[in-house]
Each structure stands twice: as structure tokens, then as C-alpha cells.
């Protein structure tokens, strides 16, 4: 039982570029989200969904797009990468309300 | 809105002191709270959780009561030990407006020598 994986767990990208940080679960959890880990900020959500082909926005959307086509994947799309989106990401699923979030191991992405 | 305040580290603690991390919150509703723990270059592990007032809840050795007079989660461990060395989140979730989305506090460090 492989949880939550995520893909490339480091990653470097210039500034104006586009890349997609993979997630999959093999859990059939319903509910999946991506968190951005900052330091001395604790983790903030950027999008979740709640089953396949239902997405909506959390606290930092910005520059972020998400798709949910299948229960398993949820990757997260950075459509024009900025210094800014430096961070640390965390993708995560749930089976449903009041279960416990299982968190991937992060994906640690540079953008000069 | 929903938030959560945990005290600021590093803490730097000796082998088998007593630890104390203070996380209070504020909600709508009756929500959830967790403990998280992050080792080095690792992913979050959840550590411990409560669903309801007055719970408490415990995993090696840490320990948390969800007290909601006082809107505490307050984590505690009697003896630490090297390996406790992580980071630690309190979080908030599971209120029927938000039931998926966790609110985390920034994070405590600690550190544990020999």
C-alpha cells in the first residue's frame, strides 16, 4: 500500500515557466488537497477536491490550477512559475468526514 | 475565521525533560484538532487527534486534551528522548463548513540533546 505519492520530490524551474507536481493515491479517498509549506507559516491550503471532477480553491490560489479527472490523481499545475511559488508542497487525501489526512512526502520546488 | 496559535520555537530541551507545546484555537462550530509531526527532509505524520471536548488524545508517549473552555490542545510528553527532534503542528478541522480543509498553526521546533 504505496498512501500518497508524489512526484519529483525536488524540482528547479526558471521564472516564466509551467510545470505539473503529480499526487496519487491508492486509498480510494475522496477528498484530496495540496498544502504549500512556508517557513514560520505552517502549512496553507491552496486547492482540494472532494471527488472526481469537483475542485475548488482553499486559502492561496493564485497561480495554481487543478483538475480532478480521476479518484486517484490530483496534480497541481503551476502555469507561470514565480520566486514566490519557492515552497515546499504537500499533497494529501482523506477518506471522508472526520477521518484522518494522510500527507505525501513533499515536493521541494526552486524557482530562480 | 478559523485559526490556530501555537507557541514559537525552537525549543531546546534536554534528554528526558518534559516538553509542553501550547496550541490554542479559534472555530465555528465544533471542530477537530490534531497533532502533526515532521521529522527532517520527511512529510507530515499525524501524532495524535481528538474529535470532541474533553478527549484526549495520546501516542508515544505525547499526550493532548482537546479542552474547549479554555480552547486549548495543548501537547505534553514526559520524557524525550534524541529522536523527538521534529517539528510539530497543531491543526484544526473537520467543522461542518470545512470538514476536509485543516487550519495549521505555524509550527514548533524542537530540539532534544544528549
Known amino acids: 500500500n504505496a498512501g500518497v505519492t508524489q512526484t519529483p520530490k525536488f524540482q528547479v524551474l526558471k521564472t516564466g515557466q509551467s510545470m505539473t507536481l503529480q499526487c496519487a493515491q491508492d486509498m480510494n479517498h475522496e477528498y484530496m488537497s495540496w498544502y504549500r509549506q512556508d517557513p514560520g507559516m505552517g502549512l496553507r491550503l491552496i486547492h482540494y477536491?472532494?471527488?472526481?471532477?469537483?475542485?475548488d480553491q482553499g486559502e492561496v490560489p493564485n497561480g495554481y490550477n487543478v483538475s480532478r479527472s480521476t479518484t486517484e490523481d490530483f496534480p497541481l499545475r503551476l502555469l507561470s512559475a514565480a520566486p514566490s511559488q519557492t515552497s515546499v508542497y504537500f499533497c494529501a487525501s482523506m477518506k471522508g468526514f472526520g477521518n484522518t489526512i494522510y500527507f505525501g512526502e513533499g515536493s521541494w520546488l526552486t524557482v530562480v | 475565521g478559523n485559526s490556530v496559535t501555537q507557541m514559537e520555537g525552537p525549543v531546546t530541551l534536554s534528554e528526558e525533560a518534559f516538553l509542553t507545546i501550547n496550541c490554542t484555537y479559534t472555530a465555528t462550530g465544533y471542530p477537530s484538532l490534531f497533532w502533526y509531526v515532521q521529522y527532517p527532509g520527511e512529510g507530515l505524520q499525524l501524532l495524535l487527534k481528538a474529535t470532541k471536548a474533553d478527549d484526549k488524545g495520546s501516542n508515544k508517549g505525547f499526550e493532548a486534551t482537546y479542552r474547549k473552555e479554555t480552547t486549548s490542545f495543548h501537547l505534553e510528553k514526559g520524557s524525550v528522548q534524541v529522536s523527538d527532534s521534529a517539528v510539530y503542528f497543531c491543526a484544526l478541522g473537520g467543522t461542518t463548513d470545512s470538514w476536509g480543509k485543516l487550519q495549521f498553526g505555524a509550527g514548533t521546533q524542537v530540539v532534544v540533546t544528549p
Open positions: 477536491s472532494v471527488g472526481a471532477g469537483i475542485t
